[in-house]
C-alpha cells in the first residue's frame, strides 16, 4: 500500500522555470550558449540588412566578415541576447509573476519574424502595407509608426509588466551605448536625427529585448517540461 501510495517526486526547482539539466550552473551556461548564438545570428542578418540600405556605415578598414559587418558587432549582440535572454525568466521568478501567456515555440517563431519585419522597416524608407507603399514625411512619423509597432509586439507576444519595464530599461541602456559609440567614431548613422542616431533605434532595442526575452522564456519553460518528464520515467 505504500509502495502504491510512492509518486515519482518532482525537483523543488520545478516551476514555470527551472535552471538545472545536470545542475544549475550548467543549465546556465547551456541556455547562455544557445541565447549568444542565435544572438549572433540574428546580429549578421540584421546588420547586412542595414547596411545594404545604407542606414549604418563603417569605416572600410573594419569591415572584415563575409556579411559587411564589423567584428564586433556579432559578439556583443551575442552576448547581449545572452543576458536578456537568462534575465527575463529570472526576473519572473524573482517577482513570482511566472510568464504563461503564449508559450510555445510557434508563437516565439512569430515574435521573431515581427522584428524582423520592424528592423527592415526601419532601413527602408516605407512600410509595405497591403502591397501599397505609404511614404513617410520625416524620420518622426517612421519612429512613431515603430514604436506602436513595438509596442504591438509586446502586447502580442508577452504582455508581461516585467517584459515592458525589462524592454525599456534595454532600449534606454543601448541606445546610449550607441550615442557613445558613435560620439566616439566606431561607426555612424546616416541622417541622425536624435543626437548622434536615428530616432527610431530605441525602437529596434526595445522590440529586441522582447524577442530574446520571449525565448529565453521558452528554453526555461522547456527544460522544466524535460525534468518533470525524466523525473515521472524515473
Known sequence: MAEN????????KCGPYISSV??????????????FFIGVFLALVLNLLQIQRNVTLFPPDVITSIFSSAWWVPPCCGTASAVIGLLYPCMDRHLGEPHKFKREWSSVMRCVAVFVGINHASAVSYVPLKLAKVDFANNIQLSLTLAALSIGLWWTFDRSRS???LGVGIAFLATLVSQLLVYNGVYQYTSPDFLYVRSWLPCIFFAGGIT??????????YECKVIAEKSHED
Request: overall charge positive; aromatic content about 2%; hydrophobic content about 45%.
Open 163 to 165: 517584459g515592458f519595464g
Open 5 to 12: 501510495d510512492a509518486k515519482p517526486a518532482l525537483p523543488k
Open 212 to 221: 530574446m526575452g520571449n525565448i529565453g522564456r521558452q528554453l526555461a519553460m
Open 22 to 35: 545536470t545542475s544549475r550552473g550548467m543549465n546556465l551556461v547551456i541556455r547562455g550558449v544557445v541565447l
